[in-house]
Nanobody, 121 residues
Framework: QVQLVESGGGLVQPGGSLRLSCAASGTIFKIAAMGWYRQTPGNERELVATIDGDGITNYAESVRGRSTISRDNAKNTVYLQMNSLKPEDTAVYYC???????????????WGQGTQVIDQS
């Protein structure tokens, strides 16, 4: 019912910046939390940043201070601005959304297919 499409990933210059976008589409009444997670081979998927429906944000310690998560509710889109990229930021980044389809207060989790971010070092 819901698809999350990420964009903005790719090869990034050392110490550079990027802006990831994720647009949700389908049967959507309301989206509560949205966020970004990342994963490298052999490791667990880890939190990067989340933002809830009231705009409250949460960041992983590794990106706090150099990342900003935001959302556009009219577009059902979440963004992640990352600055001063490091080699350890290289990963597949996955978009997340918690979606109420029918307005009944029942939410389901959805994940995007992932977008590769590579720090060029």
């Amino acid at each position: 019912q819901v698809q999350l499409v990420e964009s903005g990933g790719g090869l990034v210059q050392p110490g550079g910046s990027l802006r990831l976008s994720c647009a949700a589409s389908g049967t959507i009444f309301k989206i509560a939390a949205m966020g970004w997670y990342r994963q490298t081979p052999g490791n667990e998927r880890e939190l990067v940043a989340t933002i809830d429906g009231d705009g409250i944000t949460n960041y992983a310690e590794s990106v706090r201070g150099r990342s900003t998560i935001s959302r556009d509710n009219a577009k059902n889109t979440v963004y992640l601005q990352m600055n001063s990229l490091k080699p350890e930021d290289t990963a597949v980044y996955y978009c997340y959304a918690n979606v109420d389809h029918a307005g009944w207060g029942v939410y389901n989790d959805y994940w995007g297919q992932g977008t590769q971010v590579i720090d060029q070092s």
